[in-house]
């Protein structure tokens, strides 16, 4: 018996690894057992082929796409999701969320877990980002809604970079 | 800011923030049933061909399957308009089209399934483009509708629905003409709306004639009130789930529904079909094409003398309510072109591409699309400045149009001429209108020019909306509207309008889940309805509700209801705060004072929307990109300032302005596939692709509810392709007539 040892929002996983439902097939993608194994389905799957960065999550602290990841891969990984990013007991959230919540940083809301973990990465490792940085790190994510500016402006407050930050 | 209410126009938390923002916001594919099976579906590889034969005999045998369905044994349910989508057929008329489904344990098991499918097909001769569709040789696709042509007229818009625009007398007209523009226009870019989240519903049969439907959608009763004839009417409850987008369309999700519901039934389980980002793209709902045959005359002075011509509609391989869009485009045009002289014919076709059908900007972007570049023509010819024409042209208190219905209203909004002119002034348009043709500026290779164009539309007020109010003891407010979210923000922005500005704090009030069994009836979110149609419904409710607690209160405080007022959960007497009573001492706790209101639809307040777009082309590579957008309307009242920019700035995407530039579904007109029917080569804006955004938002009083407001939010796509062709064709001092301006065309125009 093949065991995958994983790390999910800082709770270990030891995951079977073969054919029957509650196994992890060698087929199956990150996505997948994130969503239809673990229920964590705060990760969204826009196309299942790498195009559109809904379903970012980080590896190692270093966003990756989990459609296009297998699950055999991540042995001894460790991942954060978006549920991993605000413990659901209690009231904290990242203030990247809290961020993109005064803002109203997005419209129909399917693509923001994929670019608020996608931007928690550019701020671990960039506090102070411009604009332009934000944008460029952002660049792999896609938002059809067209919530970019917002989301731009979010990003900048929760780096505390923004100049004119508007609270309700 | 105005001080009659603590919470419109005001940023605030949607409801459904920290859900999104935590990831525990359910959308249709996060839903499991117990007992759920998942559905897929086997496609077409012909875009024309009979279905010989079709053996499943292996395909049932593969473990986890339960059910396996083709044209021979499904339920014989018919959609369209008129009927003539069945759930699958003995024919397939598109590549994608449906041959097989399978129902199972697991994704994998059912594809495994449709694999061991065994077809035969009979490929037919195919045809994609309406002309040659219209002529007399071409493959015909329905024996219903020969010549490939769809009757004309939606029926719930009544016998004189518009099928086009005929009044007054054209040859008349364009002898009264000083300038013609003339020739044949195409906008048949048939882009894609593209929600990120892709279609799916989840199917289950409660008992033989109780169907539940959980959708991604923005009108949750679609799935009930335009099902139900389908289905032979069985008791249809529809609920639906948080949607990751629509654009139109996610309206309804016809053939999800009809697969989910068919194979549901064959097993005996609730089946979840959520279609692929592939079937997303080649199988659901394309933009419809568009081409416009005709002349538009003009005087020097701006009036328009006539309009004539032909309006080709394409539908692809099916009509779902391609009749609607038609009506109210012709509607539309009318708002913004005043003209006394009409002979326009909507035709609408059938061609073997995938099927169209509901899309933001509904009939009128498609329409004015193909039609503009003609009247750009003659005013290139008169020498008019744009800015001028809609001045003169765009509809104004007082004036007729017919709309949808075929019925003549009269305008009793506002004059938005001032929203125009304060557009133009911001984007500086007057500077940097150099005439038609003529760059705004060049610098070595790099051309620069502008464009605008307007629209709008008198749907704001269309159908019917239902709303009942509750009061309860502590405090609080709960709305009933069967309201979806799709991304507009609506719910919250009825939670907003509900409590009568100064009633309720903005967490004390909530809206109920949108579900047909629970709430009365809502048409849905189309035609930026939600605003005043849906609003108005709820406002009328909270009022009634609001005076159902006053009338309770009156004799317990020895005053008259006309005297009292109601603030956080308090009843008090006007001007005497110190004597009141709070919600649970006049109501008690078993009881709630309530209110229920009905809208009625009201076409006399169109809404509109004016795009101004400043582009750059690089002769070099031909490359036409935008710098600077800036959006110009007057909505009455800004109830949600985030929500209505965000709307507003929507106006790229949903196959809206940026389908003049570079994004389209690129069908090979030999085989009918679609090329780029993924996101690598589908191109879209990314956060590297940003212009310049401004919006212009005027606050004028309209006559619609208490608070003044109209919706604006589905039209922000339509005016962006003309504006970016006029702009385009300044910059390169070249007419360009097609779309999308890509570089290869850009430089065979240079």
């Not at chain 1, 944008?135 to 500016?149: D, V």
């Not at chain 2, 309006?311 to 072109?337: H, K, N, R, Y």
Request: charged letters at 20%; glycine letters at 10%; hydrophobic letters at 40%.
């Amino acid at each position: 018996m093949v065991l995958l040892h994983i790390i999910v929002n800082g709770r270990g996983y030891d995951l079977q690894v073969g054919a029957d439902p509650h196994q992890v097939d060698p087929a199956h993608t990150l996505a997948y057992t994130l969503r239809e194994t673990l229920g964590l389905t705060g990760t969204k799957i826009g196309c299942n082929h790498g195009g559109c960065g809904a379903c970012t999550v980080l590896m190692d602290g270093v966003p990756v796409l989990s459609c296009l990841t297998l699950t055999v891969e991540c042995d001894g990984r460790e991942i954060v999701t978006i549920e991993g990013l605000s413990p659901p007991e209690g009231n904290d959230l990242d203030p990247l969320q809290r961020a993109f919540m005064d803002h109203g940083a997005f419209q129909c809301g399917f693509c923001t877990p994929g670019i608020i973990l996608t931007a928690k990465h550019l701020l671990d490792r960039n506090p102070s980002p411009d604009a332009e940085t934000v944008e460029e790190a952002l660049s792999g994510n896609h938002c059809r809604c067209i919530s970019h500016y917002q989301v731009v402006q979010a990003v900048l407050a929760a780096a505390g970079t923004e100049a004119d930050r508007d609270e309700d | 800011m105005r001080t009659d209410s603590r919470f419109i126009g005001r940023p605030s938390h949607r409801q459904d923030a920290r859900a999104i923002v935590t990831g525990r916001a359910e959308f249709i594919d996060d839903l499991k049933l117990r007992g759920m099976l998942y559905a897929r579906v086997l496609r077409s590889p012909f875009a024309h061909a009979r279905v010989v034969a079709v053996d499943t005999e292996k395909a049932e045998a593969v473990p986890g399957v339960k059910a396996v369905l083709t044209h021979k044994n499904v339920p014989d349910w018919k959609a369209g308009t008129p009927f003539h989508i069945r759930v699958l057929d003995s024919k397939v008329r598109f590549v994608g089209d449906g041959v097989a489904l399978a129902a199972a344990e697991s994704e994998r098991a059912a594809e495994e399934a449709l694999e061991a499918v065994h077809v035969e097909y009979e490929p037919l001769e195919a045809v994609f483009d309406v002309d040659e569709a219209l002529a007399g040789d071409a493959p015909q696709l329905y024996e219903a509708f020969p010549g490939n042509v769809v009757p004309g007229g939606f029926p719930l818009y009544g016998p004189d629905c518009l099928t086009g625009i005929r009044l007054g007398d054209v040859e008349q007209g364009f002898r009264e003409a000083d300038a013609v523009g003339e020739g044949t226009y195409k906008y048949e870019t048939v882009a894609n709306p593209l929600p990120l989240e892709p279609p799916g519903v989840i199917a289950h049969w409660e008992g033989p004639d109780r169907l539940t439907i959980w959708a991604a959608t923005q009108s949750a009763s679609w799935h009930r009130f335009v099902m139900l004839p389908s289905l032979g009417f069985p008791d249809i409850r529809a609920i639906a789930t948080q949607c990751g987008g629509s654009f139109g369309s996610k309206n309804y999700s016809l053939m999800p529904c009809f697969y989910a519901a068919a194979l549901a039934r064959a097993a005996g389980r609730p089946v979840k079909m959520c279609f692929s980002k592939e079937e997303q793209f080649g199988a659901y709902t394309l933009r419809p094409g568009s081409r416009f045959k005709g002349r538009i005359g003009i005087r020097k002075d701006g009036t328009v003398t006539a309009v004539s011509g032909s309006w080709l509609f394409d539908t692809g391989a099916c009509s779902d309510i391609p009749q609607a869009q038609v009506a109210v485009g012709c509607g539309e045009l009318q708002l913004m072109l005043r003209c006394a002289n009409w002979d326009l014919t909507g035709t609408i076709v059938l061609t073997n591409r995938p099927p169209s059908g509901v899309v933001r900007g509904f009939g009128g972007q498609e329409l004015e699309s193909a039609l503009l570049p003609a009247l750009f023509e003659a005013l290139e010819k008169a020498a008019i400045d744009p800015v001028d024409f809609f001045r003169k042209n765009y509809v104004k208190p007082g004036d007729a149009y017919l709309w949808r219905n075929g019925k003549p209203y009269v305008d009793r909004g506002v004059d938005y001429s001032e929203a125009l002119e304060r557009g133009a002034e911001t984007f500086g348009w007057h500077r940097k209108w150099k005439g038609w043709l003529v760059p705004t500026r060049v610098d070595g290779q790099t051309r620069i020019g502008v464009g605008v164009s307007v629209h709008g539309n008198a749907d704001v007020g269309e159908d019917v909306s239902e709303a009942h109010v509750r009061l309860t003891p502590d405090g609080r407010a709960v709305v009933h509207a069967c309201v979806s979210e799709s991304g507009s923000g609506q719910r919250s922005s009825l939670c907003r309008m509900a409590p009568e500005g100064r009633q309720l704090p903005l967490d004390r009030v909530g809206v109920s889940p949108p579900d047909t069994l629970v709430n009365p009836f809502e048409f849905g979110l189309v035609g930026s309805r939600g605003t005043w149609a849906v609003g108005g419904a709820v406002i009328s409710a909270a009022e009634k509700a609001r005076a159902a607690l006053l009338a309770r209160a009156a004799p317990l405080l020895g005053a008259g209801e006309e005297e009292l007022d109601t603030t956080d959960g308090r009843v008090y007497v006007r001007g005497r705060s110190d004597r009141g009573l709070s919600w649970s001492r006049v109501m008690g706790i078993v009881r709630t004072c309530s209110g229920s209101a009905r809208y009625e639809e009201d076409f006399t307040v169109p809404n509109f929307l004016a795009l101004f777009v400043e582009v750059e082309v690089d002769t070099g590579t031909g490359k036409a990109a935008v710098r600077e957008v800036l959006a110009a309307t007057d909505v009455g009242r800004i109830i949600d300032p985030q929500a209505l920019e965000g709307q507003l700035r929507g106006c790229f995407g949903a196959a809206g302005l940026d389908t003049a530039l570079f994004e389209e579904t690129v069908l090979d007109r030999t085989t009918g596939r679609i090329l780029n029917g993924n996101m690598i080569d589908y191109k879209w804006r990314t956060f590297r692709d940003l212009p310049g955004f401004r919006n212009v938002i005027l606050e004028t009083p309209m006559p619609t509810h208490r608070f003044g407001a109209v919706g604006v939010g589905e039209i922000s796509t339509s005016p962006g392709p003309s504006a970016v062709l006029m702009a385009v064709s300044n910059a390169l001092g070249v007419r360009m007539t097609g779309y999308p301006l890509t570089p290869q065309r850009i430089l065979e125009a240079l």
